[in-house]
């Protein structure tokens, strides 16, 4: 039998599942616990500390212990407290992204996704380095600024060398006024020796769903292949720092495996990266399962309806409070709307889930064939800007943490100590005035000047704020761009 220990680099220690049973068990026996809920809301509270905030987040049994409560008090509590933490770190702004799927070569025999070896039917294509060129157009042309890349696992037809080559090709594509600034990378887990090739190579953040941290059943849901091996997908993060990256991205794949156990292995794989490098992961990613070609969601028992879905979201909001959240294309509007109020500080729009999905198409044509999954929210990408817009959010296109070096923890202490308004909100600001400027429709452009006027009078220090202004009044009167703090 295996012991819980944090600190381990095994993953049936750091991810135990003993620990999880006990505190599923706890969460049960202390979900009415008054006085104990109202000490765990307590502390999760930000609390104000010099210019800026800081918040001690919960355990993974704390925030177990709030999950499984079924007080609607408590619940409205708990989405007020993720509402001003998502406000108190992120501020109104939501950082914009689209998926770019490069192949669906796949040698994994994954029950859930249409890319499993066995599926026949499904065309399989590999972008050429002229399709990926002809994907960036189309995805600057949109307006995006950050991708993130997607592709099957299969050691011959798409090797290290290839993703690579690709990311290579994205970053040197500078069309019009646009540049692909920031690719985030979610590829098989590797070796070190991959990872630090990917670190050279540029990519912002290495995102990998663990699907389900339930080893048994994750042994069951990927029958075949490489992705088989539990241990090897689990500790893939500490692998992924070994080789220097230090922004890595956790998900599970909602549906697969009882929600509660997901959420406690989580967190506990967030507090296994703290305890162990130092810094816990830059995002969490909130999926969950979509039809798809040779896939019925309904064949796996632990669907979850909407209102836990947003309650899970504030749950991991308030658990880990410098943590980036990513809700993407799989859901609809209306559960889109609904997560904004539950602490997601990121989301794509205009994403197509197809290998070619994108040049060539106009905003209502989509190609099925080699899809991944079915996209919920079909919007185009200017049309969700001006929803964010009129819902009070900053879309925004900035990339520059990562490009000044600020990852890992030195990204967490400028959260910390409050110089997010001075820094990341004019360069949202200064980033979204070049959406506008360059791709959007009349309508979106004059909702978004409105709402930077506004934005610019939250900016504290008063040179910030005149810089600001000059930038922005600089790319709406030439071609400058990428303007950054
Ligand atoms: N091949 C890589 C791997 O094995 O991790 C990652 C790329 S895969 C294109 C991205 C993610 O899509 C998977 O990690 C999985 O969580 C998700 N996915 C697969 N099938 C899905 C489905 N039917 N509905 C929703 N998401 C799905």
Redesign the pocket.
């Known amino acids: 039998m295996y012991k819980y220990d944090p600190k381990s680099l095994k993953a049936e220690e750091f991810i135990n599942h003993e620990e999880i049973l006990e505190t599923l068990k706890y969460a049960d026996e202390h979900k009415n616990d008054m006085e104990l809920i109202n000490s765990i809301l307590e502390k999760a509270r930000p609390v104000k500390q010099g210019n800026g905030c800081v918040c001690a987040g919960l355990s993974h049994r704390e925030a177990s212990v709030l999950l499984a409560c079924e007080d609607p008090e408590v619940n409205e509590r708990i989405f007020k407290i993720a509402e001003e933490i998502k406000l108190a770190f992120y501020g109104n702004r939501i950082v914009i992204f689209a998926p770019l ?1 490069l192949s669906n070569y ?1 040698v ?1 025999g ?1 029950l ?4 499993h070896l066995k599926n026949k039917h499904i065309p399989r294509k590999k972008l050429t380095q002229e399709e990926v060129k002809a994907e960036v157009i189309a995805l600057q042309d949109m307006g995006h600024k950050r991708l993130a890349i ?4 299969d050691p011959v037809n798409n090797p290290i060398e290839y993703i690579l080559e690709c990311i290579n090709t994205i970053y040197s594509i500078k069309h019009k006024n646009g540049a692909i600034r920031r690719v985030n990378v ?4 590797t070796t070190v020796e991959n990872y630090r090739k990917l670190k050279e190579a540029g990519i912002g953040t290495y995102i ?2 663990q ?1 389900t941290y339930h080893k048994e059943s994750y042994k069951r849901l990927h029958p075949t292949g490489p ?1 088989h091996d539990y241990a090897y997908h689990t500790e893939a993060m500490d692998r992924a720092m070994e080789g220097g990256i230090d922004d890595v991205g956790l ?1 599970v ?1 909602f549906g697969l495996e009882m929600y509660r156990y997901e959420f406690a292995g989580l967190l506990m794989h967030a507090e296994h990266l703290e305890a162990v490098h130092g810094v816990g992961p830059h995002t969490i990613s909130v ?6 070609d040779d ?1 019925d ?1 309904d064949e796996f028992d632990n669907g979850i309806a909407d209102e836990m879905f947003e309650k899970i979201a504030a749950c991991i909001r308030i658990a880990v409070p410098y943590t980036g959240m990513i809700i993407s294309t ?1 859901e609809n509007e209306e559960v889109r709307s609904k997560m904004l109020q539950c602490g997601i500080s990121q989301v794509s729009g205009g994403s197509r889930t197809s290998v070619g999905g994108y040049a060539g198409y106009s905003d209502d044509e989509r190609p099925h064939d080699t899809e ?2 079915d996209v919920s929210d079909q919007r185009s990408l200017d049309e969700v800007i001006e929803w964010l817009m009129e819902k009070g959010h900053i879309p925004s296109f900035c990339t520059a943490c990562y490009r000044e070096g600020r990852t890992g923890d030195r990204f967490m202490s400028l959260c910390k100590t409050g110089q997010i308004l001075n820094c990341c909100h004019p360069n949202a600001l200064m980033t979204l005035a070049e959406y506008l400027e360059d791709y959007a429709s009349p309508k979106t452009k004059e909702t978004g000047y409105a709402l930077i006027d506004k934005e610019l009078e939250k900016i504290t220090n008063p040179k910030v704020k005149e810089i600001a202004k000059h930038n922005i009044a600089d790319i709406r009167n030439s071609n400058r761009r990428d303007f950054r703090f």
């Open positions: 799927y796949c994994n994954c859930y996704c249409p890319y997607e592709s099957g696992e979610n590829i098989a887990a990998l769903f699907e992705k998900g794949l999926p969950r399962v979509k039809p798809a896939i969601p799989r991944q999954f």
